[in-house]
């Protein structure tokens, strides 16, 4: 069976910021989507970026140690990105996998773990399934946050000028016939999520997915939102009815997890 993908539409990139910032760090995306290392040739032909221009990109990223060139003069990922990694996984709690491993014991379906990441929810972790058709969302991916159900479970924790304001930088794409495309109807969508403590993606963002997702009561700026996601004939309302208290345990305990973390680090 093919697998199944969870709101995986791409994120336009931005078209502000400094070039020669976003030129580099998409240099380094391309060849960790390529498996880690890759020749000239071929992140060239995965970028807009003139060849020059990659030559002086990446002699830059060697210098700082975030891309290496190897004896093939193939180019790799550098050494000085995996302490950067480790800082940034210890951001979301030491035990975010084994607690989305164990909703994905308890309900069968993928488990995510997604956080506000300026006007998109982006994913930090996640568990598949174990089911040969399944939900699969890419680590660092970012999605959308009016028709997600990690995203509408962080909007839900913001107040009405930060959602309006989000929404009007970005706006309401739709994606399927279910996707909210309109201020008021969110806003009644995020009054509801607020009452009963979850959120719910009804096909909203991809035909045939059904996701529920709770708040992450952090008590800091890091707002965040797990969620549990499947196929809609999988996800049945009984299936949700099982997932939310299991996600709200879940929710309290990485929100532990980040408090003690927070305040060992003081």
Not at 38 to 58: F, K, N, V, W, Y
């Amino acid at each position: 069976m093919t697998q199944a993908s969870e709101h995986v539409t791409a994120v336009p990139r931005s078209t502000g910021g400094v070039q020669s910032v976003q030129r580099a760090l998409d240099l380094v995306e391309i060849v960790a989507a390529g498996g880690g290392q890759m020749a000239i040739g071929e992140i060239a032909a995965g970028s807009d970026i003139p060849l020059p221009t990659i030559h002086r990109l990446l002699k830059t990223l060697i210098e700082r140690g975030y891309m290496r060139q190897l004896p093939n003069r193939r180019y790799a990922l550098g050494y000085r990105l995996v302490p950067l990694g480790i800082a940034a996984g210890a951001t979301v709690g030491a035990n975010a996998q084994s607690v989305l491993a164990g909703l994905v014991d308890q309900l069968g379906e993928s488990a995510n773990l997604a956080v506000l990441s300026g006007d998109h929810a982006e994913y930090v972790a996640q568990v598949p399934s174990r089911h040969s058709m399944r939900m699969f969302t890419e680590v660092g991916r970012r999605v959308e946050l009016h028709c997600t159900g990690v995203g509408k479970a962080l909007l839900a924790q913001l107040d009405s000028a930060q959602v309006q304001a989000i929404v009007r930088r970005v706006g309401m794409p739709a994606y399927t016939p279910h996707t909210i495309t309109d201020e008021v109807a969110l806003g009644a969508s995020l009054a509801a999520v607020r009452e009963r403590g979850f959120s719910i993606d009804q096909e909203e963002q991809e035909l045939g997915v059904r996701c529920v997702a709770v708040p992450i009561p952090t008590g800091t700026a890091s707002w965040m939102a797990i969620s549990v996601s499947g196929p809609l004939g999988r996800m049945t309302d009984e299936v949700v009815d099982r997932a939310v208290p299991l996600l709200r345990q879940a929710a309290a305990t990485l929100a532990a997890d980040l408090t003690g973390s927070l305040n060992s680090n003081r």
